[in-house]
């Protein structure tokens, strides 16, 4: 597996911290694209750091984690290469890998436990791309 990027706001700072401890405790690499404290700021400037790598071949996948996961969703799926998929329950993160090869799993970070987010990465990482009649989905995705 290629190092995972990782990316938050203040919001999700302190789920992006356990996220570390879990991945660590995998022995999986990663590297932090911010933010470092959970003083304010703007998920964008870390979101698009993050997404500028998943697309490069650099991380893969990635990980996201803003307050409600929506405004980080948003600006990572601006960039053409990443499917960002906005998962609160396990069977979501499932679904998006299975379905649509998903390259960065966004967590909300207010709204899930720690307990849930392990569930989720499980889910995430355990479960490949179909394939099949999904990849003629996936590559009418990008806007030409």
């Not at 996948?61 to 405004?71: H, L, Q, T």
Request: aromatic fraction near 10%; glycine fraction near 10%; hydrophobic fraction near 35%.
């Amino acid at each position: 597996m290629k190092t995972i990027g990782l990316a938050s706001d203040h919001a999700g700072y302190e789920l992006k911290e356990y996220v570390k401890t879990w991945l660590e405790a995998k022995g999986w690499d990663y590297k932090d694209f911010g933010t470092y404290s959970t003083d304010s700021c703007d998920y964008p400037d870390f979101a698009h750091q993050l997404a500028v790598a998943v697309e490069a071949g650099e991380c893969y996948p990635g990980i996201a984690i803003c307050g409600s996961g929506e405004g980080i969703s948003m600006t990572l799926n601006k960039h053409q290469g990443i499917r960002a998929a906005l998962c609160w329950i396990p069977e979501i993160a499932h679904m998006t890998r299975l379905h649509n090869d998903a390259n960065v799993l966004v967590m909300p970070g207010r709204y899930i436990d720690t307990d849930t987010a392990s569930q989720i990465m499980e889910e995430f990482f355990s479960t490949d791309f179909e394939g099949g009649r999904h990849q003629k989905r996936i590559d009418k995705i990008p806007v030409k």
